[in-house]
C-alpha cells in the first residue's frame, strides 16, 4: 500500500442519504454511484442493506455495476445484519463489508446495555463472519471521539486480530477539536503499527468537520470518510470537495501525500448531488457554493480582472465549473448532442440516449439558449426514472373567481387513460388533489421547492417535492418542465411512482 495515497471514503450514499428529506430511489443511488466513479472515490458507502428491501436492492444493483471502485455495505455486528450486507455485495468486483459497535461509556452503558468486554466478543465475532463473504472488512469504533483510549486500543486489537484491515475511529456526535482527535489518532497509528489502515469518519455538528478531517490526515490518518456537499444527518459530514481541495491547494502543507480524486468532477458531482436531493449547498459553502467563486466587492474586482490569484486560491475551472455559455441549439445533430453529453460525464446507452435526444428537441422547441446545467438536469431526470406506474399524458389548468384553482388532469394508468379534475388552494393544490383522486392514493405534501436550472425567462423549472402516502414515510419526487405548473405534476408523480415501487419491494 501506498503510505502518501489518502483513501477517499464516499458515504454520500449512506449517511448522506440520512439527511432529512434526501431519501432516493435505486435508479437516483445507481446514478450517484457511477458519478462516484467518475470522481475516482476508492471506496463507495453504498447503503445500509439490512435497513430495508428497497436498500438492498440498491446495495446489489450498485454493486452489479461498479466496476473500478470498492462497493460498501454498513452492517451492525449483528448477524442478520452482516448477512444481507453479504449477499448484497455477492456481485461486486471489489466489496468490503463495514460492522460497527459502540466504544463510548455513555452508549455501552445506554444503548447497547453491554459490559465492555461483550462488546469486544461481538466485535471480534463481526469481523470473523464478515470475513466469510469478503476479504475487505471495515471495522468502526460508534462514537469513539467519546471513547476511552485504552478501551480502544484493546476492542481495535481484537478487530485486527480477528480479520479487519481498516479500523474507523468516527467523531460520531462531532464533538471533538482538530488537536484533540490529532492526538487520539497520532496515538492509534502507533498502536496499530501498520496492521491496518486508520480511518476518520466527522460529523460537522460544531462546524469542525472537515479541519478535524485534516488534522487527522497529519497525524496519519489514511483513509477519510467524507460525503459530497457534507451532505449528512444532523449538522452533515466532512465535505469531500472541501478535503480534497484543501489537500491539493496546500500541497506545501500536505506533501506528499495526495487522493485520486478527478478534480474536475467535483462541481458535476455537487450538482448531482443537488438535483436528485433537492438540498442545496449554502450560497457561500467553499468550493460548490454558488458565490464560491463571486466577487462583489469593487476592489476584489479589480484584483481579479488583473491576476485571478489574487482573491482566488483555486480556479473554477479546476472543479469544474465551466462557464455557462450556450451549447446546443434545435439544429444539432444526434452526434454534437452526444459527444456534449459525454464532456458532462454522461455515457448512455442507445435506447437512453435516443429518449434523451428527443427530449432535448422538445426542450429545443421551447428554449431559445440551453446550457450545461439544463443538458445535466434533462439527461438525470431521464437516466433516474423508475418504472411509471403512473404517467401523465395531459395537464389543464385555470383559476376560478372565489380565489380557488382548478386542474384538469389525464393519466395513463395499467393502459387506461384517465381524467378528472379538482379544486385546491393554488394551481399546484388541485394537480396534487386530481392526481390523489385518480390514483385512490392519498398524499400529504411536506415539502416544495421550486429552482430555475439555468439563466434566463424561459429558464428550465426544477421541482422537487416530498410527499407522504398514506401514511408511511415520505418519498421524493422531481419534476423538470418549462412550465412550473407540469414541473410540479410531474414531481407529485415521480413520488408517487417511487412509492409504489417501494410498495413492491416490500411484498
Known sequence: MDNNKIIIFDTTLRDGEQSPGASMNTAEKLQIALQLERLGVDVMEAGFAAASP?????????????????????????ERDIKAAGEALAPAKNRRIHTFIATSPIHMEYKLK???DEVIRRAVEAVK?????CDDVEFSCEDAGRSEISFLKEICDAAVNAGAKTINLPDTVGYRLPNELADMISEMVKFIN???????????????????????????ARQVECTLNGIGERAGNAALEEIVMAIKTRFDIFAPLYTDIICKEI???????????????????AIVGKNAFAHESGIHQDGVLKHK????????????????????GKHSGRHAFKDKLSTLGFDLESDALNTAFEKFKELADKKKEIFDDDLRALVAEEITKIPQAYEIIRLLQSSCNNALASASISIK??????????????????IFKVIDRISGISGVLKDYKVTAVSQGKDALASVIVKVEFDGQNAVIGHGLDIDTMMASAKAYIGALNSFMRMKELHK
Open 267 to 285: 462541481y458535476p458531482s455537487s450538482r448531482l448531488i443537488s438535483s436528485i436531493t433537492g438540498i442545496e449547498p449554502q450560497p457561500n459553502k
Open 129 to 133: 463472519y464478515a470475513k466469510t463473504f
Open 54 to 78: 428497497g436498500d438492498f436492492d440498491a446495495v446489489n444493483q450498485i454493486a452489479k455495476q461498479a466496476s473500478n471502485i470498492t462497493v460498501c455495505s454498513l452492517c451492525r455486528a449483528v
Open 114 to 116: 453491554m459490559q465492555p
Open 309 to 328: 490569484q489574487t482573491y482566488e486560491i483555486i480556479s473554477a475551472e479546476s472543479i469544474g465549473l465551466e462557464k455557462n455559455s450556450l451549447v446546443l
Open 413 to 430: 394508468h395499467n393502459d387506461e387513460v384517465i381524467s378528472d379534475s379538482a379544486l385546491g388552494n393554488g394551481t399546484a393544490d388541485a
Open 194 to 220: 501498520g496492521r491496518a489502515v486508520i480511518s476518520v469518519h466527522n460529523h460537522n455538528d460544531l462546524g469542525l468537520a472537515t479541519a478535524n478531517s485534516l488534522a487527522c490526515v497529519k497525524a496519519g
